[in-house]
């Protein structure tokens, strides 16, 4: 079973900063399987990312991911204030043949 | 416009049924992936299972704690996917999101959800 773990938990951070969000997972993962999700209160989680780096349909710019085999990162370049939610990732591999990380908060410093 | 319109939740006794359905709208049903993702209130995402498009033999696949209690269908003509949902378990409970994949088999990233049903399991 592929775990992943992301970091850190919580960041704390005002708008207009750049906001940093790592994704480790326990074994290698292809990058084409790789996804993050942003998740408002209330809200059912939205597709950013899409194959470790390509953003999906009307995300903007501002949004990048990167990285490879273990190690992901999701990249906020500049916070606006919609963006203050919690970020997943989330790896397709061997059985459980889809995982989700345990989320990182970006809220308001 | 696509639209995964979920329903069937309520609260449940231990060891009871569900039927979950999503009815979807606004794209080719039967070629894409679908999936059953949920939610424990206050708690993270946790995929429970997936049924592959038409062109990958829509074979299907489970989380361990759910194997052999829950089934996942899809009915290609209703263009509707469902999750039957058994031997209820307190640690069921969970907003139950559908959400479509990318692709015809599962993992290119789900890019539609619905709005959630919630299943409460108590007595």
């Known amino acids: 079973e592929i775990v992943l773990t992301q970091s850190p938990g919580t960041l704390s951070l005002s708008p207009g900063e750049r906001a940093t969000l790592s994704c480790r997972a326990s074994?290698?993962?292809?990058?084409?399987?790789l996804a993050w999700y942003q998740q408002k209160p209330g809200q059912a989680p939205r597709l950013l990312i899409y194959?470790?780096?390509s953003r999906a349909t009307g995300i903007p710019d501002r949004f990048s991911g990167s990285g490879s085999g273990t190690d992901f990162t999701l990249t906020i370049s500049r916070l606006e204030p919609e963006d203050f939610a919690v970020y997943y990732c989330?790896?397709?591999?061997?059985?459980?043949?889809?995982?989700f990380g345990p989320g990182t908060k970006v809220d308001i410093k | 416009e696509v639209q995964l319109v979920e329903s069937g939740g309520g609260l449940v006794q231990p060891g009871g049924s569900l039927r979950l359905s999503c009815a979807a709208s606004?794209?080719?049903?039967?070629?894409?992936?679908m999936s059953w993702v949920r939610q424990a209130p206050g708690k993270g995402l946790e995929w429970v299972s997936a049924?592959?498009?038409?062109?990958?033999?829509?074979?299907?696949d489970y989380v361990d704690p759910v194997k052999g209690r829950f089934a996942i269908s899809r009915d290609n003509s209703k263009n509707t996917l469902y999750l039957q949902m058994n031997s209820l378990r307190a640690e069921d409970t969970a907003v139950y999101y559908c959400?479509?994949?990318?692709?015809?088999?599962?993992?290119?990233?789900?890019?539609?959800w619905g709005q959630g049903t919630l299943v409460i399991v108590s007595s």
């Open positions: 959400a479509k994949d990318r692709g015809s088999s599962s993992g290119w990233g789900f890019d539609y």
């Open positions: 606004g794209f080719i049903f039967n070629t894409y992936a």
């Open positions: 049924i592959s498009g038409s062109g990958s033999g829509g074979s299907t």
């Open positions: 074994q290698s993962v292809s990058s084409s399987y």
């Open positions: 194959g470790a780096s």
């Open positions: 989330q790896q397709y591999g061997s059985s459980p043949i889809l995982t």
